[in-house]
């Protein structure tokens, strides 16, 4: 492995930085543009004492790093995941700066993330992780200042007992501080299934360009999450044969189509886990990977394509349906075998959009019907993948690049208007 190779490896930070320069270059942004977006604004690291459920303290380590907020209010999940650290919690931050401005929306890019394991503790020290937590950041967080979500291993729960603490420490009720909330909460319908059902529309919009029929289909869907899974539901619900599921357990693989209905009924009585389900032959990651498919969505991890997998992937299309799941190593390789890679910003930008209109009906405190926010967010959708098609088209580059340059351009211009940096 050579040295830059490496670097790209253990940095994710820098395999943004690497394709920001990529995009800089193409369209010669002014360097002080580029050396602005290189430094995260903020970054907030906190220790969070925590009474565990045997009596002992326990002490979890915890992040917050504000990327952009040159197009408004800093945007972005927490996670909680036992290889958070300050290098991932920065790459999360930026591409949150790029994903928001690529989907249009009027916000800036922030991540937020706490060391721990979230399935090996109880519901119990959860909530007091997640209180410690919201209270250590109530200078950080606010409804037009930065604006969380969930993100890998936490979800409606988490934010309830986040938005309960931070509006208690606050004395203001704030509904709109943070999105992804439960519906009875000020959630917003839509949003759960909001991340899977931007990879579907993506996948549409990129199959629609090639002339492959979603009726002839077939999808190779890696990670049974909540991504995945609405992913591969929804994907099915447009006639698309899904050939291969996974989770953490491992593959599985039917050449005549998952019934996605059925694998969802299976884990959800099997604690979120396709563990032993029997009706597909069991495959291991990398063949599920490799696959001979029209699409082929990575929606679990980040790191899955390494420059190894790319040579031997077999699809037409892939849709980033997570953070980061290909190495930079491997987009030349992808690109040389003519695949068309939906890049994360805009294959998962679904998620943030309907945020943001969760945060937009919680400020008018009127609520709309999931077809509404499932058409204002297809609409949302289709114009963020023509605009990166187009930029494609005119540069001659990959999509990835092209959804950078798309994003850059804004900021650019709000940076330019602004007038300060
Ligand atoms: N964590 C999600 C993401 O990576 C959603 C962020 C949000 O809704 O703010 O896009």
């Not at 996670?79 to 989907?103: G, H, I, P, S």
């Not at 693989?253 to 396709?274: H, M, P, R, V």
């Amino acid at each position: 492995m050579s040295t830059t190779t490496q670097a790209a490896h253990e940095s994710m930070y820098e395999a943004v930085l690497a394709r920001l320069n990529a995009a800089a270059q193409i369209i010669n942004l002014p360097e002080s543009v580029t050396e602005v977006l290189r430094h995260p604004q903020k970054e907030v690291k906190v220790s969070l004492p925590i009474v565990m459920d045997n009596g002992k303290i326990q002490v979890f380590d915890g992040y917050r790093v504000v990327h952009s907020t040159h197009l408004g209010p800093s945007k972005g999940g927490i996670r909680y995941a036992m290889d958070v650290n300050e290098d991932e919690v920065r790459a999360l931050a930026a591409w949150m700066t790029f994903k928001c401005a690529v989907a249009d929306l009027p916000y800036g890019g922030a991540k937020g993330g706490i060391k721990c394991n979230p399935r090996q503790m109880s519901e119990g020290e959860l909530e007091r992780l997640s209180r410690a937590y919201a209270k250590a950041m109530k200078d950080v967080f606010g409804v037009n200042k930065d604006i969380p979500a969930p993100d890998m291993g936490t979800s409606g729960r988490e934010m309830a007992w986040i938005l309960d603490e931070f509006n208690k420490v606050t004395g203001e009720d704030s509904p709109g501080v943070i999105t992804g909330k439960p519906v009875g909460l000020g959630g917003s319908l839509g949003r759960e299934a909001a991340t899977g059902r931007g990879v579907m529309v993506n996948a549409l919009q990129a199959m629609a360009k090639l002339n492959i029929h979603p009726k002839s289909a077939t999808a190779v869907v890696q990670g049974f999450g909540n991504v995945g899974s609405h992913a591969a539901r929804l994907l099915a619900e447009q006639g698309i044969k899904i050939i291969a599921i996974s989770d953490a357990s491992g593959g599985y693989y039917d050449e005549k189509g998952i019934d996605i209905q059925d694998a969802l009924n299976y884990t959800a009585k099997n604690n979120k886990s396709l563990e032993g389900y029997s009706k597909a032959t069991k495959i291991t990651n990398e063949e599920l990977l490799t696959l001979k498919c029209d699409v082929l969505v990575p929606a679990a991890l980040q790191n899955v394509i390494s420059e190894d997998i790319a040579q031997k992937v077999n699809c037409k299309i892939i849709i980033e349906g997570a953070n980061g799941p290909t190495y930079p190593e491997a987009d030349p390789i992808l690109n040389s075998k003519g695949i068309i890679v939906v890049p994360d910003i805009l294959a998962n930008s679904g998620g943030v959009t309907v945020s943001y209109f969760e945060w937009v009906q919680n400020k008018m405190g009127y609520y709309w019907s999931e077809e509404e926010v499932n058409q204002k967010h297809d609409e949302k959708m289709k114009t963020a993948f023509e605009k990166v098609w187009q930029n494609a088209q005119k540069y001659k580059i990959s999509m990835r690049i092209a959804a950078y340059i798309t994003a850059l351009e804004k900021i650019q211009l709000g940076i330019k208007m602004k007038g300060h940096f």
